[in-house]
């Protein structure tokens, strides 16, 4: 009669056990392993995300996750799972081509960083996925003369005209 209760017991014990892993996992686990972990820290457990999202970090450009800079590809999603922005971290620092894309998937923004800091092209696009507008710049600021500006129709425009 004691077999008969304890076998069902030890199954309940046993899911759990899984169970309650699983959300630790997902809660305290790094939030580049999934889009799952990156929005569930992000939405209940802010304290737990990386040193990015502090302010005085974000001037400086670097990422820390677990006490050291953080090295590889940088991911975040919006809450429905899509893709929002996609970076290469060396040593905390951006390095490479940063892209963000909007709710929709469509590519909005496109930089390149060297150390941190914005060297090489910007561009950013309409919604319908013309581009909008391309500078050029070094060391985060633009080099003078090289910006070029698009309406939505495919036209060029001058920077200084409105939409």
Not at 13 to 24: E, N, P, T
Not at 60 to 74: D, E, P, S, T
Request: charged share 20%; with cysteine.
């Amino acid at each position: 009669m004691v077999k008969k209760y304890l076998i069902p017991f030890k199954v309940k014990i046993l899911i759990i056990m899984l169970l309650l892993g699983f959300f630790v996992h997902l809660m305290f686990g790094s939030c580049q392993t999934t889009r799952w972990h990156y929005i569930a820290q992000l939405k209940y457990y802010k304290w737990a995300m990386p040193m990015r999202h502090n302010s005085s970090f974000m001037r400086q450009g670097a990422y820390l996750y677990g006490g050291r800079y953080y090295n590889g590809i940088w991911r975040t999603w919006y809450s429905d799972g899509s893709l929002k922005s996609e970076i290469n971290c060396i040593n905390g620092r951006m390095n490479g081509l940063y892209t963000i894309w909007d709710h929709k998937g469509n590519k909005r923004e496109e930089r390149v960083y060297v150390n941190g800091r914005v060297n090489g092209y910007a561009q950013t696009y309409f919604a319908n996925g013309q581009k909008s507008s391309i500078a050029q710049l070094e060391d985060n600021k633009r080099i003078s003369g090289t910006l070029k500006c698009w309406h939505k129709d495919g036209t060029t425009r001058n920077p200084g005209d409105d939409y």
